[in-house]
């Protein structure tokens, strides 16, 4: 075989130089024993099976490369699924846990405003207390609203338009409201303590124009006959928000002597909500 034909079976470059051959670039030795041309064939072919190693070896090292990185990829994507959906179920536990407890903080704070208006008419139809004994009717609601600081009001009316209500004053006080009705008049009177819940003054008068009976609050547990809670409404003496836990009063017949109403503001259930959402 011809260099020519070499050049043209291979597809290669072939130079000669000081007795070596170059092929491609890469040096082969020439035996002079032999045919230039057996040399050169030989030569041609060697560099031919040295390419094909390499590019064997290319190949495997290329498939081995591609296998390598499709593998980290699929592990990196799984590891960022399950990592992604463990945080995601991790933050719905977490969310569901907060929502339970602030339900459940919730309800603890309303639920002394329902339990006390209950509780009071049960006390009157076992005798504890009476809607005829003003005094003693007062001094019970007034130890209700010291327990329970989210209570602003105690209300108490009867069918007749009857009403007493003691009620907290900024000071920290605590003052009552009284309105007494008869079939000819009606006339109001505040009764305002001090911090050792001393009457210091009294003031009266027969302008009155609140009636209990005509009040939500009234009116939705008279109806309900159970315990009733009031939508979001002002409240008729400080004209502030607030909600109502009211429950009727009913005497061995079962016939409706009054309703007992527990007041909460408003802006004390804020103050509440907003330490809940300090606190989570």
């Given at each position: 075989?011809?260099i020519?034909?070499l050049?043209?079976?291979?597809?290669?470059?072939?130079?000669?130089?000081?007795?070596?051959?170059?092929?491609n670039?890469?040096?082969?030795?020439?035996?002079?024993?032999?045919?230039?041309?057996?040399?050169?064939?030989?030569?041609?072919?060697?560099?031919?099976?040295?390419?094909?190693?390499?590019?064997?070896?290319v190949?495997?090292?290329?498939?081995?490369?591609?296998?390598?990185?499709?593998?980290?990829?699929?592990?990196?994507?799984?590891?960022?699924?399950?990592?992604?959906?463990?945080?995601?179920?991790?933050?719905?536990?977490?969310?569901?846990?907060?929502?339970?407890?602030?339900?459940?903080?919730?309800?603890?704070?309303?639920?002394?405003?329902?339990?006390?208006?209950?509780?009071?008419?049960?006390?009157?139809?076992?005798?504890?207390?009476?809607?005829?004994?003003?005094?003693?009717?007062?001094?019970?609601?007034?130890?209700?609203?010291?327990?329970?600081?989210?209570?602003?009001?105690?209300?108490?009316?009867?069918?007749?338009?009857?009403?007493?209500?003691?009620?907290?004053?900024?000071?920290?006080?605590?003052?009552?409201?009284?309105?007494?009705r008869?079939?000819?008049?009606?006339?109001?009177?505040?009764?305002?303590?001090?911090?050792?819940?001393?009457?210091?003054?009294?003031?009266?008068?027969?302008?009155?124009?609140?009636?209990?009976?005509?009040?939500?609050?009234?009116?939705?547990?008279?109806?309900?006959?159970?315990?009733?809670?009031?939508?979001?409404?002002?409240?008729?003496?400080?004209?502030?928000?607030?909600?109502?836990?009211?429950?009727?009063?009913?005497?061995?017949?079962?016939?409706?002597?009054?309703?007992?109403?527990?007041?909460?503001e408003?802006?004390?259930?804020?103050?509440?909500?907003?330490?809940?959402?300090?606190?989570?």
């Amino acid at each position: 075989m011809r260099i020519e034909e070499l050049v043209n079976a291979y597809k290669c470059e072939i130079t000669e130089k000081s007795h070596f051959l170059f092929v491609n670039g890469y040096k082969f030795v020439s035996n002079t024993e032999i045919g230039k041309i057996v040399v050169l064939q030989s030569s041609v072919e060697k560099y031919m099976r040295l390419l094909k190693k390499k590019s064997f070896r290319v190949t495997i090292s290329f498939y081995v490369i591609s296998l390598f990185t499709i593998s980290s990829l699929i592990i990196i994507g799984c590891t960022y699924y399950y990592n992604t959906k463990a945080m995601l179920r991790v933050a719905d536990n977490l969310i569901t846990q907060m929502t339970n407890t602030i339900i459940e903080k919730t309800v603890n704070y309303l639920s002394p405003a329902s339990d006390i208006a209950i509780m009071s008419s049960r006390f009157v139809n076992k005798g504890v207390i009476s809607m005829d004994n003003k005094e003693k009717l007062e001094l019970f609601a007034i130890e209700a609203l010291k327990i329970y600081p989210q209570l602003a009001m105690f209300n108490i009316g009867d069918e007749h338009g009857n009403f007493l209500m003691p009620k907290k004053m900024p000071d920290g006080t605590i003052s009552t409201k009284i309105i007494s009705r008869s079939p000819d008049n009606a006339s109001v009177t505040w009764k305002y303590r001090n911090l050792s819940d001393e009457v210091i003054r009294i003031e009266a008068g027969d302008k009155v124009v609140y009636d209990p009976r005509a009040r939500p609050w009234y009116k939705g547990a008279k109806q309900l006959g159970e315990i009733y809670w009031s939508d979001i409404s002002i409240f008729f003496t400080d004209k502030k928000l607030g909600i109502t836990a009211a429950y009727p009063v009913r005497d061995n017949n079962q016939i409706l002597t009054g309703v007992f109403g527990l007041d909460i503001e408003l802006g004390e259930l804020s103050k509440f909500m907003k330490k809940l959402s300090d606190a989570s």
